[in-house]
């Protein structure tokens, strides 16, 4: 399976980026997918998921300012970042798999974007 992230950038405060990552080479009927990031000397942690029956879930940090979706025609995965705040500054990683348990801890990762918000 190949995962391939594209939209990070560097931004200020307050301001908006939309993630996408394409997913191809799976087989599955069903295929699991969330974002994920990592900061600088932090552990990664998952920012927001969509299981394999299209359920969404979303980490409280970025409720609110966070939407994640997927068109599964296009078989792609977004991440709308609205009022992105500097502490959202972090290379974040799309994520696949084919059950939700496993999702974020073994399966498929992309290579990342890097998002970086100043002040």
């Known amino acids: 399976v190949h995962l391939v992230e594209s939209g990070g950038d560097s931004v200020q405060a307050g301001e908006s980026l939309r993630l996408s990552c394409v997913a191809s080479g799976y087989t599955q009927s069903q295929y699991c997918m969330g974002w994920f990031r990592q900061a600088p000397g932090k552990m990664h942690e998952g920012v927001a998921t969509?299981?394999?029956?299209?359920?969404?879930s979303v980490a409280d940090s970025v409720k609110g300012r966070f939407t994640i979706s997927k068109d599964n025609a296009k078989n792609t995965l977004y991440l709308q970042m609205d009022d992105l705040k500097p502490e959202d500054t972090a290379m974040y990683y799309c994520?696949?798999?084919?059950?939700?348990?496993?999702?974020?801890?073994?399966?498929?990762w992309g290579q990342g974007t890097q998002v970086t918000v100043s002040t």
């Open positions: 969509v299981d394999c029956d299209d359920l969404t």
């Open positions: 994520a696949g798999a084919p059950t939700a348990t496993q999702l974020g801890r073994v399966g498929d």
